[in-house]
């Protein structure tokens, strides 16, 4: 098919109204064509108006059998942390490789893929995998670092943290195995420690007790590092008790 | 039998939903309460538009619920609001049973397809949702006849292009245009922004 013909296409995918393979082959242009992938998701909006017009009443039932199925259902991740779970005989045997390590992530995050998930997609899809591996890859800048040094410690409750701080990138890596899930509503926030004063690095990811975590910001001097139980979408300072300090190492 | 009727925030107005998802991927179960209580009203619908099955609709409707729960986390608002990714779930799902071997069975004869818009549920249907059915119609009313046929078999029927074409009896490159140029015009009555 035609470039012109693929463009003349949005409004079918907007509709899916395209077979499966022509759904593909239109993705694939998408990804490098910004007017198209403006129109239809612009075109994709319109068809949820077509949707929202038929509105229809829900009976009792089915909310009740939804909101009690949603119990049962594991939540997906995001995308942007990357999970390795070699990392917990490493901890454990306390010869942590950081070269060793960095490959594992960097093969995680080819696996790792990133879901469609959504209609304006392709493009999407590749900005997300861009994303993730943007995020992979600073993990394994930061692990592969001359001049990375490494702590763990024991966390509560049978969890392990290490941290990876690279003076020279200016960055931290905070690996956990074993975390408990925070209580309902509630995340994991991280902080450096700015000599007391906690500023915030980002949050975990709530569904994983295994992780790997690009600290959010510079470590820019900070001392070391906690974590501590917010509330969803996290804080601006501390609302709790530290679950955990560390030290950076020296 | 008459079923209850809440008067609910239009979906496709409030800014709350849009919060309310990211709550849910967060994990909020009281949140996703709220979400449900807003989108499952038009997850239904579209549902029954192309399934015209009630119990079958009811199944899928709660399949596209559950995959909102799902896969919130990775819902990027930058990309389209969180009521377009419902909606655009829910038809796709809907769209893929319709599709299914066993479905395309007992699929309708082309004739019965001209019968173009879903039958609407007069008795206890939302004042906002009545809103929104009178602005649609009115700007569905802008479309050429041909537009407006190819539009509506492809969205509240489930058609590929392909079958449209068919169902019409038009080549297949007058119904591509036809798709495209119509949604571009409800587009724009309806002033709608990606």
């Keep these: ?250 | 039998m008459k079923e209850a009727v809440h008067i609910v925030r239009n979906p496709a107005k409030g800014p709350d939903l849009q919060e309310l998802v990211g709550r849910v991927a967060l994990g909020d179960e009281d949140a996703f309460a709220h979400v449900y209580d807003i989108v499952a009203g038009p997850v239904l619908g579209v549902v029954r538009a192309v399934l015209r099955d009630h119990a079958q609709s009811e199944e899928v409707a709660q399949e596209v619920l559950v995959e909102v729960w799902r896969t919130a986390p990775r819902y990027r608002p930058d990309r389209g609001t969180a009521v377009n990714w419902i909606l655009t779930l829910a038809h796709r799902r809907a769209v893929d049973r319709v599709r299914s071997v066993d479905a395309a069975m007992a699929r309708d004869h082309k004739a019965a397809l001209l019968d173009r818009v879903p039958e609407y549920d007069e008795v206890a249907e939302h004042v906002e949702a009545r809103l929104e059915r009178e602005q649609v119609r009115r700007c569905l009313r802008t479309l050429t006849e041909l537009q407006r046929q190819s539009v509506t078999l492809a969205y509240y029927r489930g058609l590929t292009y392909r079958e449209v074409a068919e169902a019409l009896g038009l080549p297949l490159g007058t119904v591509k245009t036809r798709l495209r140029d119509g949604l571009i015009r409800l587009r724009d009555c309806l002033g709608v922004t990606a």
């Design chain 1, 1 to 250: 098919m035609t470039t012109v013909d693929l463009h003349r296409l949005t409004g079918a995918y907007a509709l899916h109204a395209l077979s499966d393979e022509e759904s593909v082959s239109f993705e694939r242009h998408l990804a490098g064509c910004e007017p198209c992938a403006q129109e239809t998701a612009e075109l994709s909006a319109t068809a949820a108006r077509l949707g929202l017009a038929v509105a229809a009443p829900v009976p009792p039932a089915l909310r009740e059998h939804v909101l009690r199925r949603i119990t049962t259902v594991r939540q997906e991740t995001p995308g942007t942390t990357v999970r390795v779970s070699p990392v917990r005989a490493g901890l454990r045997a306390g010869l942590l490789s950081r070269w060793a390590l960095a490959a594992c992530l960097a093969a995680a995050a080819a696996l790792g893929g990133t879901t469609v998930w959504q209609h304006q997609q392709a493009a999407d899809a590749r900005a997300e995998a861009r994303q993730a591996s943007r995020s992979a890859d600073e993990i394994a800048a930061v692990l592969a670092a001359p001049d990375a040094r490494t702590r763990a410690a024991d966390l509560a409750a049978g969890a392990t943290g290490t941290v990876v701080v690279s003076q020279s990138r200016d960055k931290a890596v905070f690996v956990v195995s074993g975390m408990a899930r925070p209580p309902r509503g509630k995340v994991y926030e991280l902080w450096f420690d700015d000599a007391g004063t906690m500023r915030s690095a980002g949050l975990m990811d709530a569904d994983r007790g295994d992780q790997t975590v690009l600290m959010r910001g510079n470590v820019d001097g900070a001392s070391g590092m906690g974590i501590t139980v917010e509330p969803a979408g996290g804080s601006t300072h501390p609302t709790s008790t530290p679950i955990a300090l560390m030290a950076f190492p020296g």
